[in-house]
C-alpha cells in the first residue's frame, strides 16, 4: 500500500513541478492541481495508512484503532481552500489573456 | 497602587485636590481627548471651537499641573501604576517628579500661550481644526514622555511625538519645502527614536527591569556592565537626534517650514528639548563615565559654537532662531556632559529660561512675517516705527537671549561660565572649553544684535510684500508679553520668582546630591563675569565689522553653506532607497514568473533534503508489505493519467482536463480506501466545481497546435531539460520522503486527545468535523473568510473583464448550429443549441430539489457522520450549478434568484454571532455549547452551538462558489453586449 501511494505522490508531484514551469497559464493551472493532489495524499498519510477502520466514533471500538483525524481535518481544510486558489488563478489567468492578448504567464506574446 | 505618603494626602486635600496620583492619567489623557474632539470639528470653518477646545485642554492641564505642585516639592514623586502586560513584566506606569512638573509645566503652559497665538496666527484658508488636532495631540504625546514612569512606555510616547511633528511641519503640505523638510525631520528623530528603544531595551536588560525607578537607582551596576557602551551609544542617538545635536542637527532648520506656533512650541520650547530631558533623565544611570563626557561634551560643544556660528549668517529670521535653538540645546548638553550637581542645576535652569526667551521670539518673527509677508532679514527693516510694542518685546527677548544682566538668560550662562571654567575630567575637551563658552556667548551676542537691529532699525523698508505693517490684534501680542515678563521676572528675583520650581526638578534628577547654590545676579566680581563681559563686547564688534557683509551675503556661513547637512542627507536617502534598491533588484530580481517559481521550487527541495543531508540519512531495510492488486491498478491508471495530463496540457487542453478529473477520481476513491469519506466528500465534488469551473475558462484561452508554434529552440531545449530534471528530483524525492514517513510508527501526537474528547467536549462522533467546528474553529472560522475574499477579489476581477479580441467571435460550434437552424424554415436560431442533450437537461432540472435534500441531509448528519457544512454548501451549489447547466444562464435565473452576496454575509454574520455569542455566557471566542433536543419526525437529535457555526460556514460556501460560478458564466452573456459596442464603434469610424 505505501509503496504504491509513495509512487503515486511522487509522479503527481514530478508532472506538477513539471507543469508550474511551463510558460502557459493553462499548464501551470494544471500543474497547481495536480501538485495539490500530492500535497493532499503527503499530509493525509501523515497520520498513518489504514484501511477499513471506522472514521467516526463508534462505542466499544478503541480510540488507538481509528483513523487519524487531525491529518484529515488539515486536508480537508486545504481541499476548499486549493479550490479557492484554483478559482482566484483561473480568473487572474483569464484578466491576463483578456488584458495582454496572450496566455503566457508574463503576458508576452513571443513563443518561448 | 500609589506611593503617596499619608501626609502628603492631607496637604492635597487642603488645596482641593481629591483625585490622589489618578490627575497623572487626566493630564496624559485630556489633550487626546481634546485632540480627537478637535477632529470632530473638520467639517465646521470655524476657528472659534477648535481654538477654545484647545486652549480650554490646555488651561485645563495648566491648572491640573499648578494644582499638583505640592505634591512633588521636597523630592517626592507621584506613582500610579497599571497592569499593561504583566507576561514580560511591563506595567503603564507614570510618574510625576519635581523634573517632570517642570517640563509638565512648560507643556501645559506655553502650549496655552501657542494656543491663543495661533488662534490669530492661523488664516481663514487653513484648516484650523486639523491643525489644533494635531497640536493637542503632540501635546499629549510630550506629557507622555515627561510622566512615562516605564521606560518601553517613554518610547513610545517619544515616537508618537516625532509622528506629530512629522504631521505639524507638514501641515501645509501644498509647499514642498514642508513635505521635505517633515519627511526629512521623520526620517532623523526616527531613526534615532529607534535607536533609543534599542537603547532601553538594553538598559532594561542590564537592570532586568524597564521601571525608570529602577532603572536609576541601578547607575553602578549599569555601568560596570559589559554593554553598558553600546546602550550608552544606543540612548545618546536618540537623545541626539531629538534635540537637533551635531552631527543630526540639520533637520531643524528645515522643520521651520512648519506654521510659526509650531516652531514656538515644538521646535523650541517643547520637543527638541525631550533630548536634554532624556539626557538629565538618565543621567543618574548613565552619566558620570568618561564615554558620557567624551560623547556628550563632544557633540554638545560643537553643536554650542556651530549652531552660533550658523546662526549669524542666516538671512531667515526663523533660521537665525533655529540655529540659536541648536547653539542653546548644545550648551545644555555641553552642561550635562560635565557630570557635576551644579552643571546640571544649570542645565536645568537653562532649559526653563530658554523656553521662555525663545519661545516669544519664535512668536515675535512670526507676527512680523503675518505683517510683513517676508522672513528675509535684507528685506526688512526700521519696523520699529509701525510696530514699537513687538519690537521692544523682542528687544528684551533678544537680550535675554545674548545673556545681558537683569534677564533670565543671563543668570544660566553665568553658571555655565563658572562650570566651564571648573576643571571636571582633565582631558582636551575640558581645557578649551572655557574659550568655547566665551566664543559661543559673542556669536550670540551678535546674532541677537543683528536680529534687533537688522528688523526694528535702520531706513524705513522698501519693497515688502505686505504693504503697511502694523500691531497685531493685542491677544497675539499677550503671549510674548507675558514670556517678557517672565524673563524680566526671572531675570531680577530669580531666587523668589523660580528658586522652589528649579529647586523641585534638580531634587527630581539629583535627588540628596542636590548642591546649594545660590540664584542672584550679583555674585561679586568674578572670572564668569568677565568671561560674559568680554563675550558682550566682543559679540558686539563682531556684528559691528560683520554688518556690510551680511547685509547683503548669500543664505548660510561662508565655506560651510557649500557642505549642507540636508544634501548629504538627501545623497545618503538616494542612494540607499533609489540606487541601491534599484541596483538589487535588477542583480537579484526578476519580474517573470518561470524563474521565480524555479527558485522556489529549488529552495524547496534544498530545504528539504539540507536536514537529511546534515543529519546522514539511514536508509532502512525495504519491507514488501504486500500491494493489493486492485488497488494498485487504480492508481496505475491514475499514474497515466497524471502523465498525460502533463504531456497533453499544452495543446490539448480539454483532453488534459478530463485526465485531471481522473487523477482527481482517483485520488477520492482513495480517500474512501484509507478510511477518509470526509475527504472523499469534499473532494469529489470539489472536483466538479473547479472541471466546470476550467471548462468555462477554456472559452477565453487562445487556440493553440503544434503546426503553428514556432520551432523550439535549442535554448529552450535546454530549459526544458532543467525543468525535466527538477521535476525528477522533486517527484523521487517525495516518492522517499513519503514512503519514509508512511512507514515510520505513527508518534502520539494530538489525535488521542481529539478523539478522546470529541464526544465528550464538542458532542459529536465525526471527528474530522468536530475538529473544524468546535476545537479548530476559529482556523475555520479564517478560512471561510478567505473564501469569501477570494470569490469577492474574482466578482471584482471579472466586472472589468473584456476577452482578448480573437475570442470576441462567436465559436465555430455554435456559428454550425446557428446556420444549420437558419437554413430550415421550421427554426429559428439558437434551437440547436437549446435542444441540444435535451433529456439529461429534462433530468437535471428534476434533479434540483433532490439535490438540495441531499444537501440537507449532509448538512444535519455532519456531526456525527461523513458530511458536515463544507459538504453540504458544495452539494447546494451544485444543485445551482446544474440548473444554469440544464437550461442556460438565461433560463436558470428567470426562475430562480440567488443572491450569493446575501449568502456570504449572512454565513459569515452566523459564524462570527456564533462564536461571539460565547462571551455572553463569559467564555472565549467560538466556545461551543451542546445538548440533545427531542424534536417530533426526527426523534432525538444533537443540537450543538457548533451546529450554527458549521450553517455559517455551509451558508458562506454556497455564497462563494456560486458567486465565483456565475461570475464567469455570465461573461458570455457580457460578451454581447460588449459585441454590440464594438459594432456601435466601428460603425461610427
Not at chain 2, 25 to 35: D, H, K, Q, Y
Not at chain 2, 76 to 85: C, D, G, M, P, S
Not at chain 2, 758 to 777: C, E, H, M, P
Not at chain 2, 883 to 897: M, N, S
Request: glycine share 8%.
Amino acid at each position: 500500500m505505501e509503496i504504491i501511494l509513495s509512487i503515486a505522490i511522487g509522479v503527481m508531484t514530478f508532472c506538477g513541478v513539471w507543469l508550474i514551469l511551463r510558460p502557459r497559464t493553462y499548464q501551470v493551472i494544471v500543474g497547481l492541481s495536480l501538485l495539490a493532489y500530492a500535497v493532499n495524499l503527503f499530509i493525509f498519510s501523515v497520520g498513518g495508512v489504514k484501511t477499513n477502520v471506522p472514521p467516526v466514533l463508534v462505542d466499544g471500538t478503541a480510540t488507538a484503532s481509528l483513523a487519524d483525524p487531525v491529518p484529515q481535518a488539515l486536508v480537508l481544510t486545504a481541499i476548499v481552500i486549493g479550490f479557492a486558489t484554483t478559482a482566484l488563478f483561473l480568473v487572474v489567468l483569464l484578466a491576463s489573456r483578456g488584458l495582454t492578448g496572450s496566455d503566457h504567464v508574463d503576458g508576452r506574446s513571443d513563443p518561448s | 497602587m500609589c506611593a503617596l505618603r499619608p501626609s502628603k494626602r492631607t496637604r492635597n486635600r487642603n488645596i482641593g485636590i481629591t483625585l490622589g496620583p489618578y490627575f497623572l492619567l487626566v493630564l496624559l489623557v485630556l489633550p487626546f481627548v481634546g485632540s480627537l474632539a478637535s477632529a470632530f470639528f473638520l467639517k465646521t470653518s470655524s476657528r472659534v471651537l477648535p481654538s477654545w477646545t484647545a486652549g480650554g485642554v490646555s488651561l485645563a492641564c495648566l491648572l491640573i499641573v499648578i494644582a499638583s505642585y505640592p505634591s512633588i516639592t521636597e523630592g517626592q514623586v507621584v506613582r500610579l501604576t497599571f497592569e499593561w502586560i504583566p507576561q514580560l513584566g511591563l506595567e503603564f506606569k507614570l510618574r510625576l517628579d519635581g523634573f517632570a512638573w517642570m517640563f509638565a509645566l512648560l507643556i501645559a503652559g506655553i502650549g496655552l500661550l501657542v494656543v491663543i497665538y495661533a488662534r490669530y496666527y492661523m488664516s481663514e484658508e487653513d484648516s484650523v481644526p486639523r491643525f489644533f488636532s494635531f497640536l493637542l495631540a503632540f501635546m499629549g504625546a510630550m506629557m507622555g514622555i515627561v510622566l512615562s514612569g516605564n521606560v518601553i512606555l517613554l518610547s513610545i510616547f517619544w515616537e508618537l511625538t516625532s509622528i506629530f511633528s512629522f504631521l505639524l511641519i507638514s501641515y501645509w503640505h501644498n509647499s514642498s519645502a514642508a513635505r521635505d523638510g517633515a519627511r526629512m525631520a521623520l526620517t532623523v528623530t526616527g531613526i534615532g527614536g529607534f535607536c533609543l528603544l534599542v537603547g532601553l531595551l538594553l538598559l532594561g536588560n542590564i537592570v532586568g527591569s524597564y521601571d525608570l525607578d529602577k532603572i536609576l537607582e541601578a547607575g553602578d551596576v549599569i555601568r560596570a556592565h559589559s554593554l553598558y557602551v553600546p546602550a550608552l551609544v544606543f540612548v545618546l542617538l536618540g537623545a541626539l537626534t531629538k534635540s537637533a545635536q551635531f552631527p543630526f542637527h540639520f533637520w531643524l532648520p528645515n522643520a521651520m517650514a512648519a506654521p510659526t506656533p509650531v516652531s514656538a512650541y515644538l521646535h523650541s520650547a517643547t520637543m527638541v528639548k525631550a533630548g536634554v530631558f532624556l539626557l538629565a533623565r538618565m543621567s543618574p544611570a548613565l552619566s558620570g563615565s568618561y564615554e558620557w563626557f567624551i560623547l556628550v561634551g563632544a557633540a554638545g560643544m560643537i553643536t554650542l559654537l556651530l549652531g552660533a556660528y550658523f546662526a549669524m549668517f542666516q538671512q531667515d529670521l526663523k533660521g537665525l532662531l533655529a540655529y540659536s535653538t541648536i547653539s542653546h540645546l548644545g550648551l545644555i548638553t555641553t552642561l550635562l556632559s560635565l557630570g557635576s550637581p551644579l552643571a546640571t542645576v544649570a542645565a536645568i535652569f537653562h532649559m526653563l529660561n530658554h523656553a521662555t526667551f525663545k519661545a516669544s521670539l519664535f512668536m515675535a518673527a512670526g507676527i512680523i512675517d503675518h505683517e510683513t509677508g517676508t522672513r528675509d532679514m535684507r528685506k526688512l527693516s526700521g519696523l520699529f516705527r509701525f510696530m514699537p510694542i513687538t519690537g521692544t518685546l523682542a528687544m528684551v527677548a533678544s537680550a535675554a537671549m545674548a545673556g545681558v544682566p537683569l534677564l533670565n538668560g543671563f543668570l544660566s550662562k553665568e553658571m555655565f561660565f563658572a562650570e566651564a571654567v571648573e576643571t571636571h575630567a582633565d582631558s582636551f575637551l575640558d581645557r578649551i572649553l572655557p574659550y568655547v563658552a566665551t566664543l559661543a556667548g559673542a556669536f550670540s551676542v551678535a546674532y541677537s544684535l543683528r536680529f534687533i537691529h537688522t528688523v526694528f532699525f535702520g531706513p524705513k523698508p522698501v519693497g515688502l510684500p505686505k504693504e503697511k505693517p502694523h500691531e497685531p490684534p493685542h491677544w497675539m501680542l499677550f503671549p510674548i508679553e507675558l514670556l517678557v515678563v517672565a524673563c524680566l521676572v526671572v531675570g531680577v528675583i530669580p531666587a523668589i520668582a523660580v528658586g522652589p520650581i528649579l529647586q523641585a526638578a534638580a531634587m527630581g534628577v539629583l535627588g540628596p546630591d542636590t548642591p546649594e547654590y545660590s540664584l542672584s545676579i550679583w555674585h561679586g566680581f568674578n572670572l564668569p563675569l568677565v568671561m560674559s563681559i568680554v563675550a558682550l563686547v566682543a559679540g558686539a564688534l563682531i556684528y559691528i565689522l560683520l554688518r556690510n557683509y551680511l547685509a547683503q551675503c548669500k543664505d548660510g556661513a561662508p565655506v560651510f553653506r557649500r557642505f549642507r547637512g540636508q544634501r548629504i542627507f538627501e545623497r545618503i536617502l538616494v542612494e540607499v532607497s533609489w540606487r541601491w534598491a534599484r541596483l538589487a533588484e535588477r542583480r537579484i530580481g526578476t519580474r517573470k514568473l518561470q524563474p521565480q517559481l524555479r527558485w522556489v521550487v529549488f529552495t524547496g527541495f534544498v530545504a528539504g533534503l539540507l536536514p537529511l543531508w546534515l543529519s546522514g540519512f539511514e536508509p532502512r531495510p525495504f519491507v514488501f508489505s504486500g500491494v493489493d492488486k486492485a488497488f494498485a491498478a487504480i492508481w496505475l491508471i491514475g499514474i497515466c493519467l497524471a502523465l498525460g495530463t502533463a504531456f497533453l496540457a499544452k495543446y490539448h487542453r480539454l483532453a488534459a482536463l478530463v485526465m485531471l478529473g481522473g487523477v482527481g477520481l482517483i485520488v477520492c476513491v482513495t480517500f474512501v480506501w484509507l478510511s477518509a469519506p470526509d475527504l472523499a466528500i469534499t473532494q469529489l465534488l470539489v472536483e466538479i466545481i473547479t472541471t466546470v469551473l476550467i471548462l468555462l475558462g477554456l472559452r477565453w484561452l487562445p487556440k493553440r497546435n503544434e503546426i503553428n508554434d514556432a520551432p523550439i529552440t535549442v535554448r529552450a531545449r535546454l530549459r526544458r531539460f532543467r525543468d525535466l530534471g527538477l521535476a525528477v528530483c522533486c517527484g523521487v524525492g517525495m516518492t522517499f520522503v513519503s514512503y519514509a514517513v508512511m512507514t515510520m510508527p505513527v508518534p502520539d501526537a494530538i489525535a488521542t486527545y481529539f478523539l478522546e474528547n470529541a464526544y465528550s467536549q464538542g458532542g459529536g462522533r465525526n471527528v474530522v468535523n468536530v475538529i473544524l467546528v468546535d476545537f479548530r474553529g476559529f482556523d475555520t472560522f479564517g478560512e471561510i473568510a478567505v473564501l469569501g475574499v477570494v470569490a469577492l477579489t474574482v466578482y471584482a476581477l471579472l466586472r472589468r473583464f473584456r476577452p482578448a479580441d480573437d475570442t470576441m467571435a462567436m465559436p465555430e460550434q455554435q456559428r454550425a448550429q446557428n446556420r444549420f437552424d437558419e437554413e430550415r424554415p421550421d427554426r429559428s436560431a439558437g434551437d440547436t443549441a437549446r435542444d441540444y442533450m435535451l433529456i439529461p437537461s429534462v433530468i437535471m432540472q428534476w434533479l434540483f430539489p433532490v439535490i438540495i435534500m441531499f444537501a440537507v441531509y449532509l448538512f444535519l448528519r455532519g456531526h456525527d457522520m461523513p458530511g458536515g457544512g463544507f459538504s453540504a454548501g458544495l452539494t447546494l451549489s451544485l444543485a445551482f450549478l446544474l440548473q444554469y447547466l440544464a437550461g442556460g444562464t438565461r433560463w436558470a435565473e428567470d426562475r430562480i434568484r440567488i443572491l450569493p452576496l446575501r449568502w456570504m454575509g449572512a454565513g459569515l454574520l452566523t459564524a462570527a454571532l456564533t462564536g461571539i455569542g460565547a462571551w455572553a455566557f463569559g467564555y472565549p471566542f467560538l466556545t461551543s455549547h451542546f445538548q440533545y433536543v427531542e424534536l417530533p419526525l426526527v426523534g432525538k437529535m444533537p443540537a450543538a452551538t457548533a451546529l450554527l457555526f458549521d450553517l455559517g460556514v455551509f451558508s458562506l460556501v454556497v455564497g462563494s462558489t456560486v458567486l465565483i460560478m456565475v461570475a464567469l458564466a455570465h461573461q458570455s452573456i457580457r460578451i454581447n453586449r460588449l459585441r454590440a459596442i464594438d459594432a456601435a464603434k466601428t460603425k461610427e469610424t
